[in-house]
């Protein structure tokens, strides 16, 4: 399969507003972050739902209009929610036009609570009101409560924790996202074993309430024992090559645009 990070940013992206710091004004486009968000792009496709399943989105970031035409998304088969923070919801209108080109609704995933607050932050999707205007998403909720399979692939719903808050995250094989998160319970940790290919949460160098610091998510990495390891939901501390330069083998920063392939 085929991972594409179309947002690697914190959520106030970088640049951040009226900030002059290096980061923000540099020209290297790897640190130019949108909101966090993958696409997950299957292989064969695989019949779920009475559609064929290829295209499967984490998270309906700030900025899903913006990552579409940037990495030409046509195509969002699935979604996969892993909380409902602004950063990682407020897209969810632009799924429409997915809706307009592909004829039909799209199923959506998430733990009760994650599919109870989608319910009231986006009333008028769920509850439409008499005059729809330029159209609704249309979306098809499913409760997440174990592994599951779509499009002919297993998905792991992992258990993290951003801060005191219990967010999910998944796994596909030998590929795991971790997004904003700064502890793994204890009952999570064999459902990581044999990853080879994780993308976690790193959010800069100081320590942070809800989120891992670079050298915490070193040492994540490290036991899960993963062949590479790349960081996400990078705020304007981390300059991208600088920071990239001091990370062990086999570890570095994300950045908006890069492709991973994936056995």
């Known amino acids: 399969m085929r991972v594409t990070v179309l947002g690697s940013g914190t959520s106030h992206g970088v640049p951040a507003i009226g900030c002059d710091c290096a980061v923000c004004r540099s020209t290297d486009p790897r640190d130019r972050r949108t909101r966090p968000s993958i696409l997950i792009q299957l292989d064969t496709a695989g019949t779920t739902f009475g559609e064929s399943v290829r295209s499967i989105l984490v998270d309906t970031s700030t900025d899903l209009r913006a990552q579409a035409l940037a990495f030409d998304v046509r195509r969002v088969d699935a979604i996969l929610f892993t909380h409902t923070h602004a950063d990682h919801v407020l897209g969810l209108d632009d799924v429409r036009r997915y809706n307009q080109m592909q004829g039909t609704s799209i199923p959506c995933f998430g733990d009760e609570e994650t599919l109870l607050s989608l319910r009231r932050m986006f009333a008028y999707v769920f509850n439409p009101p008499r005059q729809l205007g330029g159209g609704l998403p249309q979306l098809s909720p499913f409760r997440l409560a174990g592994p599951f399979t779509l499009g002919g692939v297993e998905i792991v719903p992992v258990r993290v924790y951003h801060g005191r808050l219990p967010v999910l995250g998944f796994r596909i094989g030998s590929f795991a996202y971790l997004t904003d998160c700064n502890r793994i319970p204890d009952e999570s940790w064999p459902l990581l074993d044999g990853v080879q290919t994780l993308i976690l949460d790193a959010?800069?160098?100081?320590?942070?309430?809800?989120?891992?610091?670079?050298?915490?998510?070193?040492e994540v990495a490290a036991r899960i024992g993963s062949e590479r390891a790349y960081f996400t939901h990078i705020c304007h501390d981390l300059a991208h090559a600088e920071t990239c330069a001091r990370l062990p083998a086999g570890v570095e920063l994300a950045y908006d645009g890069l492709v991973l392939e994936v056995p």
């Open 203 to 218: 959010l800069r160098h100081r320590p942070h309430s809800t989120h891992f610091s670079v050298s915490e998510a070193v």
